[in-house]
C-alpha cells in the first residue's frame, strides 16, 4: 500500500503492450531513455535504467532525485536513467515487463506476495553476496518481506504503517478525544456529524484509501498471527467470524455517514485536499501523510496522528500495526550490469530512506545515523509509534498473491457501496482464497 497503495485490476490486459512501452501520461519521468534492462554504454559512460512511482506528485520524489545525484556524484561514469509512473498503471506495467523479460535494471516494487511471483519465474537477481556490505546498517528484519526460500531479493527503504491522521483542532472544539476502542470512535463520529462536520475524508475510488482502514480494522478485529495465516494460507480461514466484524464495522460506518459525501467518486488527492482543508476530521493512510501535511495543508500544526482503534481486544493490541517494509528496489536478473545495479539498489533505498525521513515523508528501514532534528514532529511522532510496536502486518494487497489482492480491492468497493453485504463480503473473500 506505497503506499500510496492503489491496487490496479488486470481487465485492462489489452492496453498492456502499450504501458510496457512506457509511452504515454503514465510515463513521468524525467530523465526519459530506454527501458531495456542492461545499462547502454556511450563514449565510457555507463547507463542504468530504474523504474519507480516516485512521479512528481509523489512525496518521495525528492528523495529519489537526492539519492540518484548522489550516487552518480560517486560514480563519475554512470548515469541513471529515471523513470517514474503513476502508482495503478505501475502495478500492470511491471507484471507485463516480468512476463515479457524486458524489466529495467532496477525496479521498484512491493515486497511479500506482490512480488513473489516475479522471484519464482526466475527475473529476479538474489542479491545475498551484496548485502554483507551494508548488514550493519539494514537489519534483516527489515528484510524479511523481500527474503524468499531463505534468499534475499531486494532491499527496502522505509518501514510505514497505516494510522489515524486526525485534525486536533476540530477534535479539541468539539471534546473529543483520540479514540483507541471501536465504540470510542463511532461516538467521535457521530458527534462530528451531529456538529455538521465529515468524519472521515476518504476514496472509494482509489480503492486501496479505503483498504487503508478495512486493513486497519480487520488486524485490530483479528489479530496479527490469524491475520496473517489466512492471507497466507497458512491455515487460517476468512470464514472465521473475527474476519466478519471488519466487514460490519465498515457497513456501521456507511449506515452512520461517516465517510465524507462523494467518496465514491474522489480520488485520493481530492480527498485528502478536503482533509487537509479542515473539511472532515480524520483521514486514514500510511505515515507518508506527515509530509503532505506540512505542505499541503492551510495549518499544519492542527494535525496529529494516532493508532487505528482496537476493534476486538481479545485479538489485537493498541500497538498492532499494518505496514512494516514493503516498499522495495529489485535488481533484474537480465541486466548486464549486475554488481553496479546491486549496489545502486542498496545505495539508492539508504538514500532515500535518509531524505524521506529527513523531509517526513517515512520512516527509515535504515541505521539513523545522521542528524534528525529537522525531521517534522509529526513524522517523529509516528516513529515512535513504529518503534513501539508489537507488530507489523503487511497490508492485504501486498501480502496476498497478486491473482488474490486483484479480487480483494473490487470487492471492497461493492461492500463499502452497499452492494456487497458484509456476510456475502466475507464468503467471496473466503472462497477466493481457497483457490
Not at 515486497?111 to 539494514?138: H, I, N, P, R
Not at 517494509?325 to 532515500?352: P, Y
Request: aromatic content about 10%; charged content about 25%.
Amino acid at each position: 500500500m506505497k503506499i500510496k497503495k492503489v491496487l490496479s485490476g488486470i481487465a485492462a490486459a489489452v492496453l498492456m503492450a502499450g504501458m510496457v512501452s512506457g509511452c504515454g501520461a503514465s510515463n513521468e519521468g524525467d530523465n526519459g531513455g530506454s527501458a531495456a534492462s542492461g545499462g547502454k554504454k556511450e563514449e565510457g559512460v555507463t547507463t542504468l535504467t530504474l523504474w519507480s512511482i516516485a512521479t512528481q506528485s509523489d512525496t518521495f520524489r525528492e528523495s529519489y532525485d537526492k539519492a540518484i545525484a548522489d550516487f552518480e556524484a560517486s560514480h563519475e561514469n554512470v548515469k541513471i536513467v529515471h523513470e517514474a509512473f503513476e502508482n495503478e498503471s505501475y502495478k500492470t506495467k511491471i507484471k507485463a515487463a516480468v512476463a515479457a523479460n524486458e524489466l529495467p535494471d532496477v525496479f521498484y516494487t512491493w515486497a511479500g506476495g506482490f512480488s513473489q511471483s516475479f522471484v519464482e519465474s526466475g527475473k529476479v537477481l538474489a542479491l545475498d553476496s551484496y548485502y554483507d556490505k551494508y548488514k550493519d546498517e539494514l537489519s534483516e528484519a527489515a528484510l524479511k518481506n523481500i527474503t524468499y526460500d531463505g534468499k534475499l531479493y531486494g532491499s527496502t527503504m522505509v518501514t510505514p504503517v497505516s494510522v489515524m491522521w486526525y485534525n486536533q483542532k476540530i477534535f479539541n472544539d468539539n471534546g473529543l478525544s483520540t479514540p483507541e476502542t471501536w465504540d470510542d470512535f463511532v461516538n467521535v463520529c457521530k458527534k462530528l456529524r451531529e456538529s455538521g462536520i465529515d468524519p472521515i475524508a476518504t476514496s472509494a475510488k482509489d480503492k486501496w484509501v479505503l483498504a487503508m482502514l478495512h486493513d486497519g480494522l480487520t488486524l485490530k478485529s483479528v489479530g496479527p498471527e490469524k491475520l496473517q495465516k489466512t492471507l497466507l494460507k497458512q491455515g487460517g480461514s476468512y470464514s472465521d467470524p473475527d474476519f466478519l466484524l471488519s466487514a460490519q464495522k465498515i457497513k456501521e460506518l456507511v449506515d452512520i455517514n461517516a465517510f465524507i459525501d462523494g467518496a465514491a467518486a474522489l480520488s485520493n488527492d481530492e480527498a485528502s485536499a478536503e482533509f487537509y482543508n479542515g473539511k472532515a476530521a480524520m483521514y486514514f493512510t500510511g505515515s507518508w501523510m506527515g509530509a503532505s501535511i506540512m505542505t499541503d495543508a492551510k495549518n499544519p500544526d492542527d494535525f496529529s496522528v494516532a493508532p487505528i482503534p482496537v476493534v476486538n481486544s481479545a485479538n489485537a493490541k493498541i500497538t498492532d500495526f499494518m505496514g512494516g517494509g514493503a516498499d522495495s528496489l529489485m535488481v533484474a536478473a537480465s541486466t548486464k550490469n549486475a554488481d553496479l545495479s546491486a549496489e545502486l539498489a542498496f545505495e539508492l533505498t539508504k538514500g532515500i530512506s535518509k531524505y524521506g525521513y529527513l523531509s517526513g515523508a517515512g520512516i527509515p528501514a535504515w541505521k539513523v545515523n545522521y542528524d534528525d532534528s529537522v525531521v517534522p514532529p509529526l513524522t517523529k511522532k509516528v516513529a515512535e509509534y513504529a518503534n513501539n510496536a508489537t507488530s507489523f502486518t503487511l497490508w492485504f494487497d501486498t501480502l496476498l498473491s497478486s491473482e488474490d489482492a486483484n479480487e480483494y480491492l473490487p470487492l471492497l468497493q461493492k461492500l463499502y457501496l452497499g452492494s456487497l453485504s458484509p456476510e456475502d463480503f466475507q464468503k467471496e473473500m473466503a472462497a477466493q482464497l481457497e483457490k
